[in-house]
């Protein structure tokens, strides 16, 4: 283990073995990093905050802070980062805004400089965020999703595994699994192609996909025939089973 004398430690945080810590960072209390993760220079991680192993904390960092809500009244909370994750300089994450809630980030994902992740985000393996990005609050974002640089994401949106999200667009609703959207407002552009290759989706589903998105696009169809239409028309393999049920299952409706 490795800590810098100008760091302040909590007594009661733990620090896994192999942990290093970085000069003028600040561990709060009740605070659990995992084996072999490094911490950098002028990190916070504020009470609570649950930290895997191997990840590595870029300095700057801000993690676990109260969420930003007018008139916040303090509760017991936190952040969970799952192992192998990345958080690079300058990056928020703010903790739960429930007793006992937690805001969540999964197992390797990458968070770019000044990403900010708002209080009861639930964030899958493997995603992906890019620089300036805002989660607002209560955001689900599936795994292996992409989103790119100065992205706005409204409070209670879900992104679907396996999804793309473009540069600098405006997403006020549910962004379907496996597919591309981008703009301000954000639309649908088609399936996210080169994803679904790296992450070896078949050609056949590929296929079965982009024919349910070509329905979905349809300007003549409500989202409740697209559904119908999907049903009858396109080969069911798990993937449009579970793609219909992101659709019927949306609170805020989707991009398309």
Known sequence: MIIHPSSVIDPSAKLGEGVSV??????????????????????????????????????GASIGG??????????????????????REYA???R????????QVGENCLLMAYS???????????????????????????????????????????????????GM??????????????????RLLSLNAVGLKRANFKPNVRSAIKKAFKIISRPDLNTSQSIEKISSEVEMHEEITYLLDFIKNSTRGITK
């Open 169 to 186: 667009a405006g997403i006020n609703k549910d962004v379907l699994p496996f597919s591309t959207v981008e703009g301000t407002p954000a």
């Open 96 to 103: 739960s805004m429930f007793n006992e809630g937690v805001t």
């Open 22 to 59: 970085g000069p003028f960072s600040i561990i709060g209390p009740e605070v659990k990093i995992g084996n072999g993760t490094v911490i950098g220079s002028h990190v916070l991680i504020e009470a609570n905050t649950i930290i895997g192993k191997a990840c590595k904390i870029f300095q």
């Open 66 to 87: 109260e969420p930003q809500i007018a008139g916040f009244e303090d509760v017991l909370s936190s952040v969970e980062i799952g192992d192998g994750t990345i958080v």
């Open 116 to 166: 900010h992740l708002g209080h009861d985000c639930k964030i899958g393996d493997q995603v992906i965020i890019v620089n300036g990005t805002g989660l607002s609050g209560h955001v689900v974002v599936e795994k292996q999703a992409f989103i790119s640089g100065l992205v706005g994401i409204h409070q209670f949106v879900r992104i679907g595994r396996n999804s793309m999200v473009g």
């Open 92 to 94: 928020t994450i703010h």
